[in-house]
T-cell receptor, first 119, second 117 residues
Framework: AQKVTQAQTEISVVEKEDVTLDCVYETRDTTYYLFWYKQPPSGELVFLIRRNSFDEQNEISGRYSWNFQKSTSSFNFTITASQVVDSAVYFCALSEARGTTDSWGKLQFGAGTQVVVTP | GAVVSQHPSRVICKSGTSVKIECRSLDFQATTMFWYRQFPKQSLMLMATSNEGSKATYEQGVEKDKFLINHASLTLSTLTVTSAHPEDSSFYIC?????????????FGPGTRLTVL
């Protein structure tokens, strides 16, 4: 069984503040993928990052950065110098990679964290 | 990047009618597509996995006779909500898996908001 926990329901920050979104996952597999998606008010999911379980290197993309800690089963996401356009719901997701057609690609989503950035 | 479209984007229907939602991968062939459902202020829940040329695999608790899925081609999957009722009102999102071995990932459609009166 796999599970993704996003304990923060909503985070409110003022523009230019940093915000960190927590994601803790559970899986019995040794090979898996972790994702972050952004869902703005329009509803469309925007892919942000995918990380496989063998790559624990942290990643930075512009104002976004991700911290993958396999030892604590966490894949946290930080937005630096937040902007109003960052206001959205952010989902962390897990996909187990069993290599079969049935299991490959099924995403288990966390509950999501609503980020509200005010000017 | 890969693009997935959904049609319609929004539909309002009367209780008891059936509604068909289309999901298309526009610039790649998708052997596998997924259908998710999202209630307001909740997460996405996987409903079923749609494989081209075979029957869909439904998640536990999802009625296969209620939510008919057809994946007739490598670029099109359809979800039909049969005899829709107000409790079926939800945001339905499809995704398509772009194959690429270890680098494949899912691309999501823009979603279809269904309101059943």
């Amino acid at each position: 069984a796999q599970k993704v926990t996003q304990a923060q329901t909503e985070i409110s920050v003022v523009e230019k503040e940093d915000v960190t979104l927590d994601c803790v996952y559970e899986t019995r597999d040794t090979t898996y993928y972790l994702f972050w998606y952004k869902q703005p008010p329009s509803g469309e999911l925007v892919f942000l990052i995918r990380r496989n379980s063998f790559d624990e290197q942290n990643e930075i993309s512009g104002r976004y950065s991700w911290n993958f800690q396999k030892s604590t089963s966490s894949f946290n996401f930080t937005i630096t110098a937040s902007q109003v356009v960052d206001s959205a719901v952010y989902f962390c997701a897990l996909s187990e990679a069993r290599g079969t057609t049935d299991s490959w690609g099924k995403l288990q989503f966390g509950a999501g964290t609503q980020v509200v950035v005010t000017p | 990047g890969a693009v997935v479209s959904q049609h319609p984007s929004r539909v309002i229907c009367k209780s008891g009618t059936s509604v068909k939602i289309e999901c298309r991968s526009l610039d790649f062939q998708a052997t596998t597509m997924f259908w998710y459902r999202q209630f307001p202020k909740q997460s996405l829940m996987l409903m079923a996995t749609s494989n081209e040329g075979s029957k869909a695999t439904y998640e536990q608790g999802v009625e296969k006779d209620k939510f008919l899925i057809n994946h007739a081609s490598l670029t099109l999957s359809t979800l039909t909500v049969t005899s829709a009722h107000p409790e079926d009102s939800s945001f339905y999102i499809c995704s398509a898996r772009a194959p690429g071995g270890r680098t494949d990932t899912q691309y999501f459609g823009p979603g279809t908001r269904l309101t059943v009166l």
